[in-house]
């Protein structure tokens, strides 16, 4: 059997089921199918060719103006792909818009609520410590202030 892509010889048993080239590990009928895609290809070029005879290959001018048009479709193909995207988020940020929350009651047994009090207590304390150094700096400049001032005032 011979691999269609390398062409690399071997025999049947070599190849495998389903059928694998052991030297570039192509599958052999995958490969053999784009041949035979390319082979028609080339055969549908050749008669376009064919039934023009004037225009073997298009001009520059012919190339540039098929670049164009596939960058224009490209680009409003993205286009109407970001407008669907956006338009799918718009819709999915509706319905994700929090609505308002009113707690009517709270049923958590009394040890529970004890608990979570003392750990608040606790974790309140930092935050308490924060708050005293900034009322000590804030008290100290105001009496270094009046301090000063009435110094130079005569009070």
């Known amino acids: 059997m011979q691999c269609p892509s390398c062409e690399h010889q071997a025999t049947d048993a070599e190849f495998g089921e389903p059928a694998k080239c052991p030297a570039c590990g192509v599958y052999y009928h995958k490969a053999l199918a784009h041949k035979e895609r390319l082979a028609r290809?080339?055969?549908?070029r050749e008669i376009e060719i064919d039934e023009d005879p004037e225009i073997s290959?298009?001009?520059?001018?012919?190339?540039?103006?098929?670049?164009?048009?596939?960058?224009?479709?490209a680009v409003e193909d993205g286009r109407r792909a970001r407008a669907a995207r956006d338009h799918a988020m718009a819709a999915r940020r509706q319905v994700e818009i929090p609505?308002?929350?009113?707690?009517?009651?709270?049923?958590?047994?009394?040890?529970?609520?004890?608990?979570?009090m003392v750990k608040w207590v606790i974790a309140s304390i930092p935050a308490l410590i924060i708050l005293g150094m900034i009322l000590v700096a804030v008290f100290s400049f105001v009496v270094g202030f009046v301090g000063s001032y009435s110094k130079y005032t005569g009070m």
Request: hydrophobic letters at 50%.
């Open 41 to 44: 290809r080339d055969s549908a």
């Open 99 to 116: 609505s308002a929350v009113a707690v009517v009651d709270l049923r958590m047994p009394f040890w529970s609520m004890v608990w979570f």
């Open 57 to 73: 290959e298009p001009s520059i001018t012919d190339k540039v103006k098929r670049g164009f048009d596939g960058a224009i479709r």
